[in-house]
């Protein structure tokens, strides 16, 4: 069932990994207990009463934790730029003509896996929680990021940084998108846009620090201070406090701060929920949108070394990652306020929109005969690029509700996986081949056009189902209106009779 734009519901799950957040139409009934389910389970659903979103409190120190999680996750990927011409340094040879394609699978795998992962991320979140999945994920991360700076050559690095550390980051990240619906909903747009912004903020910070240190102590060294923004991350993953029912606010404190203590799960989820497919308009969107992003990651992987290689005399090169990170920034504060205007699935054009632009400017790279062209071709990609990511969690909520949210952006991130692994070796490839990255970068152009005309669809889909809904529901009413009006008028007639034959 489509859930509604407008009316607030309770949103079903494991105590902890399922507060009460924006959600279906009207107030759903709870389901009856499932097969696995005993009396007490049963019972367990009725006394929870579930809590509307705070919309603020301890929801602001959950939002700049998920600012720094969205920031140290993606901050290092969109600078791996950076990080890629450093590895092309230490590892490469002369004698090796793939060197860049190499090379070009480490950014990309990581990137990737950090997307593929999330739909196992998501099951973590519903069963465990926002909570213990975020802290166990940054761990992992931490991990992998340290064993990276003891390689010895570029293919270890498919596993320590492409692997172990990125499915760190996906158990760390998805359920920073989950959380915010739980104590957000008139502000989840605008809340949404400022958690996004802190990969901007480190995207356009990011580039100058890895120069000096790469710079200054090398390679290694550098992924070793990185470290450091893991475990700040591991110790922000403590913060998302799972929203306590009315019933449960009886419990002791203690309980409710112990990451580890054992809770009784209210209502247990499906691993894989599939059913959500059943939601046309999801499933547009989940198609949609792995289409658009073929050539979404290839600016962030090879623009560096196109620029190193067309503007050779340009100092400060770093400065274009900068640009795209600054307006990145702003399009996501901007558009994620914007978002909180647009009513219902209408959120899908401001995609649209995005995909749009950033297939014009991926296609205006290569045409940039003058640096300064291309610092304005990468502000408006970064204005869009802030814009298609800081809505990503409010139109999921629209199509399926809070109750199904986590995993519907699990499987969505999953299926972003494929394009965003596959789309830079690719472009390396070409080069490899071609000598430049000017086709590279005009086919990466191609995929955000597609996609972005098939998500023309969704707004449409989704309020043709919702007419169909109300008619539904609105027949169902008018039946059981109709119903109480016959036993009303057979109440009335019985009484009449025998009225009338008592005065007989």
């Known amino acids: 069932m489509v859930p509604s734009q407008e009316e607030p519901a309770a949103a079903l799950g494991t105590s902890e990994a399922q507060p009460p957040g924006p959600a279906q139409v009207g107030e759903a009934p709870l389901p009856d207990p499932g097969p696995?389910?005993?009396p007490e389970a049963a019972a367990e659903k009725v006394e929870v009463e579930p809590r509307e979103p705070p919309e603020g409190g301890w929801g602001w120190l959950v939002m700049l934790a998920a600012m720094w999680c969205n920031g140290s996750v993606f901050g290092i990927q969109n600078a791996c730029g950076v990080l890629f011409v450093s590895m092309l340094k230490t590892f490469g040879s002369k004698d090796d003509d793939k060197m860049v394609f190499k090379t070009a699978w480490v950014g990309s795998l990581s990137m990737g896996m950090i997307f593929f992962c999330c739909p196992i991320a998501s099951v973590f979140t519903d069963i465990f929680g926002c909570r213990k999945t975020a802290v166990m994920g940054a761990a992992v991360g931490f991990v992998g990021l340290m064993s990276s700076s003891f390689?010895?050559?570029?293919?270890?690095?498919?596993?320590?940084y492409g692997i172990i550390f990125a499915c760190g980051c996906s158990f760390a990240y998805q359920p920073s998108l989950v959380i915010l619906g739980h104590y957000f909903k008139k502000r989840l747009g605008l809340v949404n846009g400022i958690v996004t912004a802190g990969s901007s903020v480190f995207t356009i910070l990011l580039p100058l620090l890895l120069r000096v240190l790469i710079d200054g102590v090398?390679?290694?060294?550098?992924l070793r201070i990185l470290c450091i923004f893991m475990f700040i991350l591991f110790l922000a993953g403590f913060t998302y406090r799972p929203l306590a029912s009315s019933a449960k606010d009886k419990e002791s404190e203690s309980s409710r701060f112990s990451l580890f203590?054992?809770?009784?799960?209210?209502?247990?989820?499906?691993f894989f929920n599939f059913a959500i497919f059943k939601v046309t308009a999801y499933a547009v969107w989940a198609?949609?949108?792995?289409?658009a992003l073929f050539g979404y990651f290839v600016p962030y992987v090879h623009l560096m070394k196109h620029v190193n290689e067309r503007f050779q005399d340009e100092k400060n090169k770093e400065v274009v990652l900068m640009c795209i990170g600054i307006t990145s920034g702003v399009g996501r504060l901007l558009f994620g306020r914007i978002a909180d205007y647009v009513p219902g699935a209408k959120k899908v054009y401001l995609q649209v929109l995005s995909f749009f632009f950033i297939g014009l400017m991926s296609m205006m790279i290569p045409l940039c005969s003058v640096f300064g062209a291309l610092i304005a071709v990468?502000?408006?990609m970064g204005l869009f690029d802030g814009c298609f990511i800081s809505i990503m969690a409010p139109i999921a909520f629209e199509l399926v509700g809070a109750q199904d949210v986590s995993q519907a952006i699990g499987f969505l991130l999953g299926f972003m996986s494929i394009p965003m692994t596959v789309g830079p070796p690719i472009a390396g490839l070409l080069r490899d081949k071609l000598g430049s990255y000017d086709v590279a970068f005009y086919l990466a152009g191609i995929p955000p056009l597609i996609g972005g005309t098939v998500l023309c669809f969704i707004p449409w889909i989704h309020s043709k189902k919702q007419r169909e809904i109300s008619k539904t529901t609105g027949g169902e009413k008018m039946e059981k209106m109709l119903d109480n009006q016959n036993s009303l008028l057979s109440s009335s007639s019985g009484i009449f009779k025998k009225e009338s034959d008592s005065i007989i």
């Open 36 to 38: 696995s389910e005993g």
């Open 151 to 160: 390689v010895s050559s570029i293919e270890p690095l498919y596993l320590t």
């Open 218 to 222: 090398g390679l290694f060294y550098t």
């Open 261 to 270: 203590s054992r809770r009784k799960f209210s209502a247990p989820k499906k």
């Open 287 to 291: 198609v949609g949108i792995p289409l």
């Open 378 to 380: 990468c502000l408006i």
